[in-house]
């Protein structure tokens, strides 16, 4: 189904060709499918009804229909019309919805510079002296790795290849030799070669909104401050974890590996202990900490990782919303808390309904955050 849009710009529609978008929508869900975080919080007597919410799916379904595109939840909506270059946020819990123009959003922009100066000032002021915390002598390490293994399946209808990305940290304290924790967060990631239609419209759609919106607009001072910004908050963490700066730049070198676009992605992050922390010793959590310098920190908190959650066995997760006989390797002795799988489905060309970029009658409007956050800034 293919609608012919008027375009983003009047005089460039003026002068270029009508240009024909088709319908296109997908569906994106999200869903805690296991781990021993939640198997323990399901044994909580007044944990079930919270849990039943917390493990439930969360879909998202984007459609896009010529020069609009909405994104829908299961409690809200938002609209992007780029004919009448607003946004509309429909809250569907509280029946309400608000509308952010784009001249709004670039006058909000404009003021962004000042805004993160005043902000910086503030953070550099005299601040009232504070007991200080002990020093902590514990040591970091970071690494990251995409692997590539090789096996391909068909997953949501789509021809896909598996690649596992590993985040790794590893704590050690230099008082306590032989003892470590072992934190890491594994993603068994589904890629597809090309990128289905559907997403290439929704993109298209981005694309276009982002020219819209930033159409005679000076971005230069706004990403000047934001830049310094950046590199002060960078530059602060990296000098509290020396070993992080290296492993930032090897994390976009191995991110770069990852070719395709993500159809099914299944998250795990969990951890593992050495010495006094392994799993099945519990001495260190009885063990004062004595130093005053975070001697114990990290039998503690792997005693708590490993310890408290490794009790029993882990439980099977939920199964998968999408097949996948291949799942990511688990390091040996490593405790899964939390497992989280996401998946893109249910792509379509069919025609859009004019009533999903609609406000459901008898919904009230009230004022956005931005048109509350204009008022009360004093005009450039």
């Known amino acids: 189904m293919y609608r012919c849009a008027k375009g983003i710009v009047t005089l460039a529609l003026a002068l270029g060709p009508l240009v024909c978008y088709g319908d296109s929508s997908y569906k994106e869900t999200t869903q805690m499918t296991g781990g021993q975080l939640i198997d323990s919080l399901k044994n909580i007597p007044f ?3 919270q849990m039943k919410s917390l493990t439930d799916p969360v879909t998202t379904t984007t459609m896009v229909r010529g020069n609009q595109k909405a994104v ?8 992007y019309d780029l004919d009448k270059q607003e946004i509309i946020h429909i809250d569907t819990v509280k029946k309400q919805y608000s509308v952010d123009t784009f001249d709004d959003m670039r006058k909000m922009m ?3 510079p000042d805004a993160i100066k005043q902000a910086q000032a503030a953070a550099v002021q005299p601040q009232a002296p504070q007991a200080q915390a002990p020093a902590s002598n514990l040591q970091y390490s970071f690494s990251a790795s995409v692997n590539d293994t090789g096996v391909q399946q068909v997953v949501n209808g789509l021809n896909a290849k598996q690649q596992i990305l590993k985040l790794t940290t590893v704590v050690t304290d230099p008082s306590q030799p032989g003892t470590s924790a072992t934190y890491t967060v594994t993603s068994e990631i589904w890629t597809t070669p090309d990128v289905p239609e559907e997403m290439k419209d929704a993109q298209d759609f981005d694309t276009r909104f982002a020219q819209a919106l930033m159409s005679g607009v000076d971005m230069s001072a706004y990403l000047n401050t934001l830049g310094n910004s950046s590199n002060a908050a960078t530059t ?3 000098a509290g974890n020396p070993g992080a700066g290296g492993a930032y730049a090897q994390m976009g070198k191995e991110m770069a590996k990852i070719q395709g676009t993500p159809i099914l992605e299944k998250t795990s992050m969990g951890g593992s202990g050495t010495g006094q922390a392994a799993p099945g010793n519990n001495a260190a959590s009885s063990q004062p900490d004595d130093t005053g310098s975070g001697g114990n920190v990290v039998a503690k908190g792997v005693s708590s990782l490993v310890g408290l959650f490794g009790k029993k066995k882990t439980q099977p997760a939920n199964p998968a919303p999408a097949a996948s006989p291949t799942s990511a390797p688990q390091t040996p002795g ?3 808390l939390l497992e989280t799988t996401t998946q893109k489905s249910n792509f379509s060309h069919d025609p859009v309904p004019a009533s999903a970029f609609e406000i459901p009658a008898g919904f009230k409007q009230v004022p956005s955050p931005l048109t509350q956050a204009l008022a009360n800034q004093p005009s450039q």
């Open 47 to 49: 944990m079930g009804k």
């Open 72 to 79: 829908v939840t299961s409690q809200s909506t938002e609209i």
């Open 110 to 112: 404009a003021r962004m």
């Open 236 to 238: 602060q963490m990296f």
């Open 334 to 336: 490593e405790t899964i």
